[in-house]
């Protein structure tokens, strides 16, 4: 019996320890250099008459609408100042995170998710919920200086990458 | 293949026994190899962590802690399941250096350890994900039963597991035959092959390369191991020696001798003190593997058992007919000599006990005047093997004692001032020790009193 206890309490404390001794904060996706669209660009994300809804990632399948070429070059289809960036994949420990932004003048209209960690349910499970609500943070923050969602560190993390490389490719 | 193995291991063999005629203080401690192998097993532990310490980012809120929890603790439970295969696996090295009785006294409270942290992988990985996902836990946990990938086949695992434990809980296992509970605890491997797919399929650490190799390697030696020591090796045992009852003989009340004889029985290379897990091929006793020890040197052509009357089961075996085939796992046991780094060895004998005792007696190596054995009985009927004892004494020079009574009468004989009268310079013995648990505790405990170390006190239980 006494055995059972303190075998108990070494795990329970055990286990306590590791999870205090990691970060607790969700903090930036983008660790601590925070980002945002071109310099001296005076864009007011929140007046613009109802943003186009952010395309939801089709459930279940990380290669939505057409499966981009990792490292496609953008490829800005400029129609009344409308441009379509693909951002780079960025490896995350669960697979790669890809976007593809709109663009509308320096103002992001639309997210679209090309890739996400789909390798096991889990990850279906975490990124069905993490997606939309990293795509309405982008979008409302316009800018690659979003919160981490919980549960969905890497995800992210990846997502983040890749917006900010899809905003400096449309900066550029 | 066998037989170059066999020649090989042949020459440190004899190496050993050179050692033990020659100076102990040369021979490294005895526990060696059993803590070597908990140090190993506490590394293994640690990489496991390691592993999780590497994937996760950062824990953040009630969900992160709990599935965080839910994570550790299903990562230990899944990476001791194959080390209570191992432990049960009769690993040559694992069972003379460490010990059957204390690889299964491992293996029992791992196993209950095992089942803990499988519990609390269950409660916290689905209370994680009901917070994650904003959810009641009752929702979740149907969900991850019905949709999360192989975990019907894990939750009949886990099932199987818990059902295994009650019924080996001590309780319940008194009202339990030990067959009964012997191939109830046979499901468990069903249980650990369930169970498996779910930790590579789900497990957020074992979905990519080096870490799934290792892990399913890891699960395959231990089931490869498995089967090699307790199927393929005792058929080929069987095949080999072709052992059978040549007599029963009844030695004292309610106890009979089993002398068993075959082929090649030299290249068993069993010692006195170690035992063999026997099968009689007959009604009633075919289906059991009981440990039993030897109760003489072995011989090349006879193998000599005593069994006490102690149920149904040894009751059927005093019936046995001379002719009957057996099937025997063995040698087991580091009771030997193996275990003497004293000069002076006591031997401790209680009732039945004495079965061991009696053939280390007959072939420990020790000098005229080092050897002593103490043989504790409450009735003088119950005293078996007293001419036999008597005579190695006199060959052997060495002393005996019976310490015959009950102790209403007598009292108790295994108290640290009877103990050091009777066996002068007492600290300076090994000490071997078979006999009831109560009456090996107390031994226990008078010797320590009489300043022996505990390293140098060696004692077998059979309470499996």
Redesign the interface.
Known sequence: MR??IV??TA?VSG?VL???L??????SALGTSSFSIGSGSNSSPSTSAAAPATTAPAAGNGQSSSSAPKSSPSTPSTSTGTKVVTGDAADT??GPVQLQVTFSGKKITNINVLQYPT????DQ??NS?ALPILNQEAMSAQSANID?V??A??TS?GYAQSLQSAIDKAGA | MPAVADRARAPRRAADRGRVAGSPGLRLPADTIPVAVLTLVGIGALAVLALWWKDTFNVVGAAGWLTGAGRITGLLAGYLTPLLLLLMARIPVLEHKVGSDRLARWHALAGRYMVCLVAAHILTIIWGYAYTARKSVVNEAVYVVFDYPEMIKGTLAALLMFGTAFVSARAARRRLSYEAWYYLHLTTYLAIALGFSHQIVNGADLDTGPARVLWSAYYVIAFVLLGWFRLFVPWRNDRRHQLRVAEVRPEGPGVVSVILTGEHLDELRAEAGQFFRLQFQAKGLRWTANPYSLSAAPHPRFLRFTIKDLGEHSAAVARLQPGTKVRAEGPYGAFTAGRVRARKVLLLAGGVGITPIRALFETLPAKRGDLTLLYRASWPEDVIFRHELESIAAARGARLRFLVGPRSEVGDPLTARTLSKLVPHLNRHDVFICGPESMATAAVQALRECGVKRSHIHHESFTF
Do not use: C, M, N, W
Not at chain 1, 22 to 27: E, I, T
């Open positions: 055995r059972a075998a108990g795990t286990i590791l999870l205090g990691k970060p607790h904060s969700s903090g420990r669960y390798e096991s349910f889990r499970q975490i919920y981490v919980s549960g560190t890497y993390d």
